[in-house]
């Protein structure tokens, strides 16, 4: 485990400068930490950080989070997320297409908000979009606006109708898009480069075409200063040495690819991936 | 696809293509939708954009308004010229139609709002 890899993420998105790298922990809250249970896992965090590990996202209970709207927001965004349509029994394995579970995807983007500041009012794109889980959460905190890159048709037929999905009246993610082409081709030109603010993505793990996902962080710390990805926990140690200083692990998660996916023999299957943040130098 | 969008995209990916920009817009359906402005959003893309692009891409829809030609100065603070760059930028979408290479006149076509920019393999 290299330590210098991992930071404290205690900060909140006031404070400009960022505390240097110490620890590894995250925090989903910006709010004050009186919550005494979200203290009982920070703890726990340090602990396992003391052993050498890094900690699970964090997914205790917020409600109890004094005077912020924080908590619900969470939650909510988990909820419209369950709703969004994903691939199904339509999944095509040549393309590692398996969706972000919800409550997943919920974690990672409050997270991203409200621990950097990196998704209200800025501009997002979303590499490998699929059906657009990633896109419409950006969009419902906040995001300026979204654009989502994948190349599969039958996806992105799927994301046009949840983009106009109104989430129960809540807010319809409208003010996104998707474009059908090939993330690793020439298509993304230097017009893109250096457009958006942040770029989120569950790329292709690289299973099937070795090496995609590295091809999709490099093409992604092209279009923005700041990448933010979910990799699988056995590649991080390859991924950490390659962009060595340019990345921090922030969590470790549970990832859970359920039955629907057809390759998969047993119900459904837990994988260790992590989200990682990198940084242009 | 919002003009926002068609400001970035090239046919520079084509084999032969010297610089593939900007794409001509042919559209079949355009729709207008409401989209929160953001006027540090919009200050902050402005310099990002290519501005002939953009005027031109909105008066071959029939949506330039009163957007002028050149780029004005001083643009930060004038939220009434921030919120037309707004509209044209992210509240215009192409649905239907096509995108066009100004050296090849290959098509891309429009589809649900969704630009296919998928090549062959012999194009690349
Ligand atoms: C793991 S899935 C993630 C889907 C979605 N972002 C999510 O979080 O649920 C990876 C996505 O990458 C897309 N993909 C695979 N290869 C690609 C490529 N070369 N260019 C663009 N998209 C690609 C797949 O179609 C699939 O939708």
Not at chain 1, 206 to 220: H, M, N, Q, S, W
Request: charge should be negative; charged fraction near 25%; proline fraction near 6%.
């Amino acid at each position: 485990m290299e330590e210098a890899t991992i930071s404290i993420l205690a900060f909140t998105k006031h404070q400009p400068n960022p505390p240097p790298p110490q620890l590894g922990i995250v925090l989903l809250t910006c709010g004050k930490l009186t919550n005494k249970k979200i203290l009982e896992e920070l703890e726990l965090n340090k602990k396992l950080l003391k052993q050498g590990g890094v900690p699970p996202l964090s997914t205790a209970p917020l409600a109890a989070v004094p005077g912020g709207s924080l908590p619900n927001l969470l939650r909510d965004l988990e909820c419209c997320l369950e709703e969004v349509e994903t691939f199904g029994t339509r999944a095509k394995i040549r393309l590692e297409q398996y969706p972000t579970p919800a409550h997943l995807a919920a974690c990672v983007l409050h997270t991203i908000e409200t621990s950097f500041g990196d998704i209200s009012g800025r501009l997002v794109a979303d590499l490998g979009c699929g059906c657009g889980n990633l896109t419409v959460g950006a969009s419902l905190l906040g995001a300026a606006s979204v654009v989502g890159f994948d190349i599969d048709p039958d996806a992105l037929q799927v994301f046009e109708s949840n983009r106009h999905n109104d989430f129960d009246g809540l807010r319809c993610p409208d003010d996104v898009e998707a474009v059908l082409c090939d993330v690793t081709s020439s298509v993304i030109s230097s017009r893109w480069h250096g457009v958006f603010d942040t770029v989120i993505m569950n790329p292709p793990f690289g299973t099937k075409k070795k090496g995609i996902d590295l091809e999709f962080v490099k093409v992604g710390l092209q279009l923005a200063p700041v990448v933010y990805s979910l990799h699988k926990t056995s590649t991080r140690n390859h991924i950490v040495k390659k962009f060595e200083g340019r990345c921090q692990v922030l969590a470790q998660l549970r990832f859970n690819i359920d039955h629907s996916y057809k390759f998969h023999t047993r119900d459904s299957v837990d994988i260790s991936v992590d989200l990682i943040k990198f940084c242009k130098k | 696809m919002k003009l926002l969008t068609h400001n970035m995209l090239s046919s520079r990916c084509i084999k032969g293509v010297d610089v593939g920009y900007p794409l001509g817009i042919q559209a079949k359906d355009v729709k207008i939708s409401e989209v929160g402005f953001n006027n540090e959003f919009v200050s902050r893309i402005i310099p990002k954009l290519d501005w002939n692009t953009l005027y031109n891409a909105a008066d071959s829809l029939g949506h330039a308004g009163d957007l002028p030609q050149t780029l004005i100065e001083d643009f930060e603070n004038n939220e009434e010229f921030l919120r037309k760059v707004h509209h044209v930028l992210l509240e215009i979408e192409v649905i239907d139609g096509e995108l066009v290479c100004p050296e090849t006149g290959r098509k891309f076509p429009i589809t649900s709002g969704i630009p296919n920019m998928l090549l062959n393999e012999d194009e690349v």
